[in-house]
């Protein structure tokens, strides 16, 4: 298989793009470096599709490693045909690979297999060949053998039918038929194991859809069903026109094998096909829904991410709870913890706990100058909210507040990563400190957390967590690199997805900055312990060191482009040090950049990629996302009603529509059909992403149920 022109075309890019990213991957370059520092030699490949080549690059050489010892399995047996070495090399799937494998691999004890050992193979290939004019059992009766436990005729037909059952099965062309019948026209069909029994799962109590037409949270939703035991799961096929058709094609009309023919036909496929396709037919809908989970999820936690930092604030952290009290922790501007307190405001309580809690909220936001109280979404969240705003009325300054999506501060509060960062803390603490800091820089404080448990996605603990945990990964490292870290305040968790850098790199840099100091320039960096050149290479121009010696080192130019940079710099008539006062307004032509690239041996792309990260030098990419809504007054679910016009947060976007946060402490939906006006979308996605700020109206609300239905179609 050519490789590079097979990823080329899935990519839709020329196959030198794909050659020189494969051979920059090889040599151990990231993803990140390669998309931002290497764009003229992969034609400005971006970080989407590099990672797409590099897990298609994988599977693809692992589909190559299968085909040889496929073929060396083969060709040990004494099999290997042109015509087969053809066939496998052709293969393009593991499943093709599989099915023309399928013969040849060393087998367990099966019916077949004991057959063939009692002597019975050659009654099989003669019913195989349906051409004896003498009846079944009296060609039978040359394979009678009390010794090998074949007694009669009847014993010996059994075990040939056996035999021509497995071929069959084995036989690619009987199962790609099956499976393509199975695909077009299989239908998912799903019943409840007791209805009486209330559950999510209602819905697909009584549930059918083609196999065709299944969408993926449809499937991952009938998979946890049946793994929780509350669904019974199976595929309908129209196995009467599939067998008579089977018959059509494998069974002539010799009177003498008829029978036995039909009979193994029959067995063949509901004994042995109908059930392996069955399983391949849901994995691969298992997959596809994965993938395609797996994307949404993607999408989401990168739209999370990126986030705009609220910058200059001291934080009030809220992390609300009924019997245990409300944790607090007031975290200056840097991010630095500078008190903690628990309070009683909420359920059960008594006057004097809430006046208690109301003086030691003023003695915070008083000693302290908080500004903003960020305030978790969870348990006691509502009672919290009240509480709170009830207090800030009452204040002589002004504080606003904000809801914050608390999922997977629970899991870092308790991690080990935490207990290193706050020793003296316990989990309520460290919770309420992650909430404060989630608002000041939600990019900093989430890499702390595994993606899985952030809560932007749907179905994720189903899923393959190998491969989900591997795809949320990059996203994280995509966007710390996009952003880019100021090498002097960057904590280690933060570090150690710069391109380049490891965990121990990282907890060197550390650990180096603390014995030394400030880093005064990125050269520094490779005195660090274990941080050699290559690695130097790859994580130099993620790193920013503000106030250093050298004003390029606060940019995202790379340290190989700094000749360059002073040279644009020169020709738009501007020094290193106006790079100190932020962006610089250069405009350079394709025939200047293009002179500028002889005289320093590169091209005209990577000269404006130059001048770019010098129009943006100090300035974060994170400025152009939407802000998040800063509240002063609280509303309930009872002050809902249909009609209402209000502005809320997109906080996850599934396939079935978006969920948005509308400060009721309890997010509304709002459907695919009611996304836009017109045409429904392919993707809610292609309409809203995770943060965005949108207008809806109220469509519905049971207070009950705890729905709410929204519409962003306003007239």
């Not at 908080?370 to 800030?392: H, K, M, Y």
């Amino acid at each position: 298989m050519d490789i590079i022109r097979k990823i080329a075309d899935e990519l839709s890019v020329k196959p030198p793009q794909v050659e020189a990213a494969v051979k920059l991957i090889d040599e151990g370059c990231t993803i990140p470096f390669i998309a931002r520092y290497r764009k003229e030699a992969t034609g400005s490949l971006n970080d989407e599709q590099l990672r797409t080549l590099g897990t298609r690059l994988t599977a693809l050489r692992n589909l190559e490693e299968k085909k040889q010892k496929v073929r060396e399995t083969i060709e040990a047996q004494g099999k290997l045909t042109e015509a087969l070495a053809a066939a496998i090399e052709a293969a393009e799937t593991s499943v093709a690979l599989d099915d023309i494998y399928r013969p040849f691999r060393p087998k367990r004890s099966t019916r077949a297999t004991a057959a063939a050992e009692k002597g019975l193979t050659g009654l099989a290939n003669l019913i195989w060949a349906q051409k004896t004019e003498k009846s079944l059992e009296e060609e039978a009766a040359a394979y009678l053998s009390e010794e090998k436990g074949v007694l009669s005729a009847e014993d010996a037909i059994a075990g040939a039918c056996d035999i021509l059952a497995e071929r069959f099965s084995d036989a690619s062309a009987v199962r790609n038929y099956v499976r393509e019948v199975t695909r077009k026209r299989g239908v998912l069909c799903s019943e409840a194991k007791d209805e009486q029994e209330k559950s999510v799962y209602e819905t697909y109590y009584h549930f059918s859809c083609a196999v065709s037409r299944l969408s993926g949270y449809q499937v991952l939703a009938l998979n946890r069903g049946e793994k929780e035991k509350l669904l019974k799961v199976s595929l309908e096929v129209p196995a009467d026109e599939i067998t008579a058709f089977l018959k059509n094609r494998l069974v002539k009309s010799n009177p003498s094998t008829r029978a036995a023919m039909e009979h193994a036909v029959e067995d063949s496929y509901t004994r042995l096909i109908a059930p392996s396709v069955e399983r391949e037919i849901r994995n691969e809908l298992t997959e596809k829904a994965e993938d395609g989970a797996i994307v949404v999820f993607r999408k989401n936690l990168h739209q999370l991410l990126m986030q705009p930092p609220i910058e200059g604030a001291v934080v009030l952290g809220w992390d609300p709870a009924f019997r245990t009290g409300c944790k607090l922790a007031v975290v200056d501007a840097t991010g630095k913890v500078l008190d903690t307190a628990v309070i009683f405001p909420t359920m059960p309580t008594n006057a004097q706990k809430q006046a208690a809690a109301e003086k030691k909220i003023r003695e915070l936001v008083q000693k302290y100058g908080v500004n903003l109280v960020s305030v978790g979404n969870g348990t006691a969240s509502r009672e919290s909210e009240q509480f709170l705003v009830d207090v800030l009325k009452r204040l002589d300054r002004k504080v606003v507040y904000v809801i914050t999506n608390e999922a997977g501060a629970s899991v870092y509060s308790a991690s080990a990563l935490a207990t290193e960062e706050f020793p003296e803390f316990d989990v309520g603490q460290r919770s309420a400190a992650s909430i404060a800091r989630r608002v000041q820089d939600p990019l900093a404080e989430l890499v702390k957390i595994d993606p899985k448990s952030i809560g932007v996605g749907q179905y994720q603990h189903d899923m393959d967590q190998k491969k989900l945990g591997e795809a949320l990964g990059g996203v994280v490292e995509d966007c710390v690199n996009a952003v880019g870290v100021d090498l002097n305040t960057a904590s280690a968790p933060l570090l150690q997805y710069i391109s380049g850098i490891t965990k121990t790199t990282a907890k060197n840099i550390v650990a180096y900055r603390e014995e030394n100091g400030r880093f005064t320039s990125r050269r520094e960096l490779l005195k660090v312990p274990k941080l050699g050149p290559k690695a130097f290479e790859q994580c130099a121009g993620f790193m920013r060191i503000s106030k250093g010696k050298e004003p390029l080192d606060n940019t995202g130019v790379h340290p190989e482009s700094y000749k360059i940079a002073e040279a644009v710099l020169t020709k738009a008539g501007l020094s290193k040090e106006s790079l100190k006062d932020g962006p610089c307004s250069i405009t350079l032509s394709d025939g200047a950049a293009g002179e500028l690239g002889e005289q320093f041996g590169v091209g005209a792309v990577t000269v404006q990629s130059v001048v770019k990260e010098l129009t943006q030098a100090g300035r974060d990419p994170r400025e152009d996302m939407p802000q998040p809504i800063l509240k002063t007054d609280v509303l309930s679910m009872e002050d809902l009603k249909p009609g209402m016009v209000l502005k809320g947060t997109v906080r996850n976007v599934i396939d079935f529509g978006a969920f948005v946060d509308i400060g009721v402490h309890q997010d509304g939906l709002v459907h695919i059909t009611q996304l836009k006006k017109g045409r429904r979308p392919n993707h809610p996605l292609d309409v809203v992403s995770v943060g965005d700020v949108v207008t809806v109206k109220v469509l519905k609300v049971d207070v009950q149920k705890k729905r709410i239905g929204l519409t962003m179609v306003l007239d």
